[in-house]
């Protein structure tokens, strides 16, 4: 839905970004192969194409492209997240529709339905469980309390209505396998692309 809502921006950003990705792999390819030619011991071939120019010029592209194709479904996201989980919470379910089909909702310290300004700071604090790389989600499975850092910042707590002891059904764990060998397909593709652009600027510059 997010993206849905930002299409309009991201379609044509995702052009530059992925160009520029390309120029810059290209380039880190083609000013390998010459530094190795001119004699660049490989140890110091990393920090010969930091300090490249035109490698800084080539990052720094990236980066405006970056920030230019993310910025707009991060706004989104945060929108359509705002909608789905403060609304989700302050309803009689408690938390969103996932929530409500693993049989877990959202409350107070005390038990109680969160109100509006603490469901709208969960939100936000979530924000810092995604910023530390899925650390802050992590943290919910360390005992006694089992709190993600953003429970801990709004003083909120999740609890299942199975109980502690609960496990995950059969159809959660199927998707988040599904998730993770997408996402090892995903990045195992992306590793492959990159090495075939830095691959076709060395052999340019060879050839």
């Not at 979530?126 to 943290?139: E, F, I, P, Q």
């Not at 502690?164 to 195992?188: F, K, N, Y």
């Amino acid at each position: 839905m997010a993206m849905l809502l930002a299409w309009r921006w991201l379609q044509p950003a995702s052009v530059p970004f992925c160009e520029a990705t390309e120029a810059l792999l290209r380039l880190a390819g083609e000013l390998a192969a010459r530094a190795i030619v001119d004699g660049t011991p490989l140890h110091g071939l990393a920090i010969a194409l930091m300090h490249d120019p035109r490698i800084t010029d080539a990052t720094a592209t990236l980066q405006l492209a970056t920030w230019r194709w993310l910025l707009p479904a991060s706004f989104a996201f945060g929108l359509v997240g705002a909608a789905w989980h403060v609304a989700g919470e302050r309803s009689r379910w408690q938390g969103s529709p996932g929530k409500r089909l693993l049989g877990l909702r959202v409350t107070s310290r005390d038990g109680a339905t969160p109100s509006l300004a603490r469901s709208a700071w969960r939100h936000l604090a979530g924000t810092a469980s995604w910023a530390t790389l899925n650390l802050g989600h992590v943290m919910a499975a360390a005992g006694p309390r089992h709190l993600a850092l953003h429970d801990r910042i709004s003083a909120t707590r999740v609890v299942d209505d199975a109980g502690p002891e609960a496990r995950l059904p059969g159809w959660a764990r199927a998707w988040l396998t599904l998730v993770v060998v997408a996402g090892v397909a995903v990045t195992a593709w992306l590793v492959q692309r990159a090495a075939a652009l830095m691959e076709a600027g060395l052999l340019a510059a060879l050839y």
